[in-house]
């Protein structure tokens, strides 16, 4: 699954650019690298490939998945403190895969990885002090979890109501979805602790200080200058008058040279009679925007070429071609002939035209 979700994050490279990215994931799993470490690292790998994609998304990306953070890391653990060899223990080594639920292809990249002298010396060094501990599975951790959690969501709890009000009421959240947001940084944590030789009430210690972490992370991204609706302004004689910087459509009328004027009713929103085409259009170009992002590669690539993007390399391309001028680029086409525009973006895209219209048909009617 490991080796599959970065084959899918980055499609279409080379073996040994797998092989390096898993490696380094591998090192990251077992604590030996810490986040910092790790993506350094990575940017030096996606940068060595062209790639322009932020390494820190990629790391969060591994630690929301589970098995990750905790089939992998505890398979790696038994494997490396109770098993000799694979060929000397293969019942065993089978045992062990499938308790953990550990993929073929991921095994397989592992021992290539364990092979290397000094990889294998860093993970024994890694778990040397946990030698003797007993090794749960993952259904036995999800257990041990549950006899904590009555004692963490009445924490979560507290913390919300106490601190996280103004939070739920002005996103129109429910309380219990704040609670269910905290237990889950809770298990995340809990996750990558393991393995730990810490007692338990250290380890619920621990969970409830990254859940006030969270949650002070949470009032301080909320606390931003640039979210304030009031703006206090120093007067001469040292008192404040403050300015509403955000207000809604039901406060203000947007005029045509951007003034603001009098407050107008709802049933005026309603029918759009006031207005401004520039906020029609602002909210259209968000929706486009969202939409591309639920996509990913060629899919993608094709929605951002079809909504009339400027594109360095397809304009390129259009001139290879002599679609266009050299003077002009791919906007150009895109205005004068929309249909010679979507078969260029198929051909270089290596799309067929068939397989594009039935694409943007079933997006709009999908999502229109």
Do not use: W
């Amino acid at each position: 699954m490991l080796i599959e979700a970065i084959q899918e994050k980055y499609p279409d490279r080379s073996r040994a650019f797998y092989e390096t990215v898993f490696n380094i994931c591998i090192l990251y799993c077992i604590r030996h690298y810490d986040a910092f470490e790790f993506q350094n690292r990575m940017k030096v790998v996606l940068k060595s490939n062209d790639i322009k994609e932020s390494s820190k998304v990629f790391r969060y990306a591994l630690t929301e998945n589970c098995y990750f953070a905790l089939n992998l890391k505890m398979f790696i653990y038994e494997y490396t403190t109770r098993l000799l060899s694979p060929t000397k223990n293969r019942d065993a080594v089978k045992a062990c895969i499938k308790k953990f639920g550990i993929k073929k292809a991921d095994f397989m990249l592992f021992l290539r990885f364990y092979d290397n002298k000094n990889n294998r010396r860093i993970t024994k060094a890694v778990f040397r002090e946990y030698k003797k501990q007993v090794i749960p599975s993952p259904k036995e951790v999800r257990a041990n979890f549950s006899l904590m959690h009555e004692v963490l969501l009445k924490y979560c709890r507290t913390l919300t109501f106490k601190k996280l009000t103004f939070i739920v009421n002005s996103n129109n959240m429910s309380p219990q979805d704040m609670h269910y947001e905290l237990i889950y940084k809770a298990l995340k944590t809990y996750y990558l602790m393991l393995p730990t030789n810490k007692d338990d009430l250290y380890i619920l210690n621990y969970i409830k200080r990254a859940i006030h972490n969270h949650a002070m992370n949470t009032i301080q991204k909320f606390k931003f200058a640039k979210r304030d609706r009031l703006q206090g302004i120093l007067e001469a004689d040292g008192s404040y008058t403050f300015n509403m910087q955000t207000v809604s459509e039901n406060q203000i009328r947007v005029s045509g040279n951007g003034g603001l004027t009098e407050e107008i009713d709802t049933g005026a929103i309603v029918n759009g009679s006031t207005i401004d085409k520039s906020y029609e259009e602002h909210d259209s170009k968000a929706t486009i925007k969202k939409l591309i992002r639920m996509y990913k590669n060629k899919k993608r690539r094709l929605l951002q070429l079809i909504v009339g993007e400027y594109d360095e390399d397809f304009t390129d391309f259009l001139h290879r071609c002599k679609k266009v001028s050299k003077r002009t680029n791919n906007v150009e086409l895109y205005d004068t002939n929309i249909e010679e525009y979507k078969t260029q973006a198929c051909n270089y895209l290596n799309i067929e035209r068939d397989a594009c219209d039935r694409f943007l048909k079933h997006v709009y009617h999908t999502h229109m």
